[in-house]
């Protein structure tokens, strides 16, 4: 316990004295040094405080950073409450599973404390899904910040979701409208390394799956009758990517080799040639993945973003000020 804690302090120092300075667009990973210099350390604190508690957010918090960036661009959206005059894009079904909304508010209420009306609420969604990876085993990554807060968030706009069901042609094509190469796609992919899935997201492979088969053929048929016992209880059941669900890993990449790919959208990264020999690679070389999976993130971090006048700084994370 104490040699963690000495780690985390001596990575903090480093970082904060020597770390090489992160850039991507109007992003820069010391934003904050002169106007709230610890926090990240607040973020990571509280971050590692749940885990503790609870070490099944980790998924629900690097799931939330991208949910937000994949609708309107990084901007601390999905985070906002429906109001009697608008429906907001965490009441969208594709939404309703999200986890780690109290972990920001936490993490908000302290910033707000020690530096009041500086730090964005997209920028702690970031910064919490990079520490999530981190204390669940996964690569250390600078988050560039300066992103501001947007003003708009309506369920309409999860259309730009990619449903659980779409194929590896249909991923391949909505990735690349954000600017994400086939690559990228397969390291985010693999952030399904930590997490879990409702019944209701993949119960259609388990029965009646189309005129000729009954189960998805693409699913290893024990992992199929596995899942089928997990999902009597109903459709709220959550069942893990993999067996190492709050472990950042490469037993994702295992699973799909096995067949045992969850979702539509896991299996489907192993039936084409263009995806499966990248998922062979991970699956063989851990580094490899983590490399990949950092800058991922980093170039998923800037997607869209707001500055400026664009957005704003909540001061409650959950509405507009």
Do not use: W
């Amino acid at each position: 316990m104490i040699a963690s804690h000495l780690m985390e302090l001596l990575l903090l120092i480093e970082l904060l004295l020597f770390g090489v300075q992160l850039s991507v667009g109007a992003l820069t990973s010391n934003y904050y040094a002169a106007t709230c210099p610890f926090a990240e350390f607040i973020v990571r604190n509280t971050v590692n405080q749940a885990l503790r508690s609870d070490s099944t957010l980790a998924g629900g918090l690097l799931r939330l950073h991208f949910h937000d960036c994949f609708v309107q661009g990084c901007d601390g959206s999905v985070l906002i409450d429906s109001t009697k005059d608008n429906t907001a894009e965490k009441d969208s079904p594709a939404n309703l599973s999200l986890r780690g909304y109290e972990v920001i508010d936490q993490a908000k209420q302290m910033l707000e404390n020690q530096c009041p009306g500086v730090v964005s609420c997209a920028d702690i969604v970031a910064l919490a899904a990079r520490d999530a990876v981190f204390i669940s085993g996964g690569p250390y990554y600078d988050v560039a910040n300066g992103r501001k807060d947007g003003r708009r968030s309506r369920i309409e706009d999860t259309i730009n979701l990619p449903p659980p069901t779409l194929n590896s042609t249909g991923l391949i094509q909505t990735f690349a409208r954000h600017g994400f190469t086939i690559q990228d796609l397969v390291a985010l992919s693999g952030a399904h390394t930590l997490g879990a899935a409702r019944c209701a997201s993949f119960k259609k492979r388990l029965s009646n799956f189309d005129p000729n088969n009954d189960v998805d053929p693409t699913l290893d048929s024990n992992y199929a009758r596995m899942l089928s016992r997990s999902c009597t209880a109903g459709d709220d059941t959550q069942v893990g990517f993999d067996f190492t669900r709050t472990r950042f890993d490469v037993n994702y990449f295992y699973a799909l080799q096995g067949r045992m790919g969850l979702l539509t959208s896991d299996q489907t990264l192993y039936t084409n040639p263009q995806t499966q020999f990248i998922v062979n690679g991970y699956a063989m070389n851990q580094a490899s993945f983590f490399s990949d999976f950092q800058q991922a993130m980093i170039k998923m971090g800037a997607l869209d973003i707001n500055e400026g006048n664009q957005g704003e700084i909540r001061m409650n994370c959950r509405q507009v000020n």
